[in-house]
């Protein structure tokens, strides 16, 4: 098992102070013609995901005149479906604004999607020669949905793809930084599936840093960003390790497979689209980083646990409201500037706005889905938020089946050998009895929701010794949510938001079961073969599927 020593000092990759400055507060991307004269290749499908049977369109821009392609299922074991050389292809042409619009490269290859192929993910690598005789490749990933029917004793993995598609840097703009407005500096509220993933999303190597620090810093240390500063030197996103397949959603399926789990895969547009898709399954799981849904999924999930089914989420960051156009190719998310800006609030059903989930005029605050709330937790384990903090999830109530079998106690830490806990987490208002958690009685908790372990959290970079120029978010989040949930940005009110916390939660609600983790890095326990969290999550698992192991 995996059980780090942190180090004493944050590890060099070869940056200047300058550089690694601009790492954190700069905007780098991925654009065609980035690689100068060494030559590139990219390629998207047209959709995320496909059933057996259908078939994947590959869009493809290369400098190449042809490229090689493999295809191989990504779980447990790597199986390749399929393989061809010599695909020709050529440069084509990409609007400025793709990140918003879409690359509309046209498909060079139809992928055949195979009877035989099981529900996963797909890894899709092409490959191709540069301009000086080197290799250059470029990565994709899509998914194959299961088959109808009859789900018994099955696990269905829904996929953070709303998350993915709002952090993919490729073309320049996401919903966090961008190429548009009157300056070129704004984050689109607007962005489209039809263009690659960013480099990081789809592959990393195993020394690629997770946020979380891994440094034990010395008195006044001024917090760095490790992964950002990697991101920078090696030429990957900056928000590799924010979302995608690689980072976060892989790590459970490699796992759930490896430990003897029968795992379908779907994305969020699946949910989206096709509702009745979690039909039939006993349990359905979200992981990782998963901050942005539809109404539409929320929809979805609620009545598949009210009818009696299992939900069983180990992430973190339930924020956003989004909505999908054009068939799912576009992802609209407004986020801070939704109420000068969505024209949701200038109709007269407000509620489909593309603001926080939280915000009191949604209506439809997190909690009442998973048990948390997204503006009751966030920042842990990074930057100038708890950098010290606790590694795992302090426990409150050991006695609860989803700890049996740990011979963990009262005050022990869940996780902490893997830094579970972090980097954005869920939680909820509280109050201490008897030196347990309980929700209050305005947090709109369920009735039946008990509180097993929780941490704290914060929503400020804070510190005196730290400058502007040192924080990668100061309190600018806290300041949001103190004006999403109070109407004002004031001081007065963002001390009402500044601490917070991460809970991991239970409760029952009509016929069915939630458990909620509520960390982004729960799967890093399962990548770091953490006993402790191996053990809770087959816990979950085997109870919601029925098994007796």
Aim: with cysteine; hydrophobic share 35%.
């Amino acid at each position: 098992m995996h059980k780090p020593h942190p180090a004493t000092e944050f590890p060099d990759f070869g940056l200047t102070p300058e550089e690694r400055r601009f790492a954190v507060r700069g905007h780098y991307y991925e654009y065609p013609g980035m690689d100068g004269e060494r030559g590139e290749i990219w390629c998207y499908t047209d959709r995320f995901s496909y059933r057996p049977g259908e078939v994947a369109y590959l869009h493809a821009s290369t400098t190449a005149e042809s490229f090689a392609i493999r295809i191989l299922r990504d779980g447990a074991s790597e199986t390749k479906v399929f393989e061809q050389h010599n695909t020709a292809c050529r440069w084509q042409d990409t609007p400025d604004q793709c990140s918003v619009e879409g690359c509309g490269w046209q498909p060079v290859l139809e992928i055949a999607i195979g009877e035989d192929w099981p529900s996963g993910a797909y890894r899709v690598t092409l490959m191709a020669e540069g301009r000086d005789g080197s290799n250059i490749t470029c990565h994709h990933v899509f998914i194959v949905t299961p088959k109808p029917g009859k789900k018994s004793g099955r696990v269905l993995q829904v996929a953070a793809t709303g998350t993915w598609t709002a952090y993919n840097t490729w073309g320049g703009s996401n919903a966090y930084q961008g190429i548009t407005g009157p300056a070129r500096d704004q984050y689109s509220p607007m962005v489209s599936t039809q263009r690659p993933w960013c480099r990081g999303f789809v592959v990393l190597p195993p020394e690629a840093p997770r946020v979380p620090l891994e440094v034990s810093m010395p008195p006044k240390t001024v917090p760095r960003y490790p992964h950002m500063e990697w991101a920078l030197a090696t030429g990957h996103s900056k928000k590799y390790a924010s979302a995608g397949w690689a980072s976060y959603d892989s790590h459970f399926f490699r796992w759930a497979e490896a430990a003897g789990y029968a795992v379908d895969l779907v994305s969020q547009h699946d949910v989206h689209f096709t509702p009745e898709i979690l039909a039939g399954y006993d349990c359905v799981v979200f992981v990782g980083h998963d901050e942005y849904w539809t109404w539409e999924m929320r929809d979805v999930v609620d009545h598949y646990v009210e009818r009696g089914g299992h939900a069983a989420r180990f992430a973190g960051n339930f924020m956003w409201q989004t909505r999908l156009e054009d068939e799912g190719r576009r992802q609209v998310c407004y986020k801070y500037r939704a109420r000068a800006e969505d024209p949701a609030y200038r109709t007269a059903d407000v509620t489909r706005a593309t603001n926080s989930w939280d915000a009191p005029e949604i209506g439809r605050p997190g909690v009442k889905t998973f048990g948390l709330n997204s503006s009751k937790g966030v920042y842990a384990g990074w930057g100038g938020c708890t950098p010290r903090g606790a590694r795992g999830f302090p426990v409150y109530r050991p006695e609860h089946w989803a700890f049996a079998d740990t011979g963990l106690f009262y005050g022990d830490l869940l996780g902490a050998d893997s830094h579970v806990y972090g980097y954005e987490v869920d939680g909820l208002d509280y109050e201490i009895r008897n030196g347990r958690p309980y929700p209050t009685a305005t947090s709109g908790a369920p009735d039946s929701l008990e509180i097993l372990a929780m941490g704290m959290a914060s929503q400020v970079e804070e510190a005196d010794f730290l400058t502007i120029e040192d924080q990668f978010f100061g309190d600018e989040d806290g300041r949001f949510i103190a004006d999403m949930l109070y109407g004002e940005a004031s001081d007065e009110n963002l001390e009402k938001v500044r601490y917070s916390n991460g809970m991991i939660v239970n409760f029952s609600r009509g016929k069915g079961e939630v458990f909620h983790a509520g960390s982004c890095e729960w799967v890093a326990g399962l990548l770091r073969r953490d006993a402790m969290v191996e053990r809770v999550t087959a816990n979950v698992l085997d109870r919601y599927l029925g098994n007796s192991r």
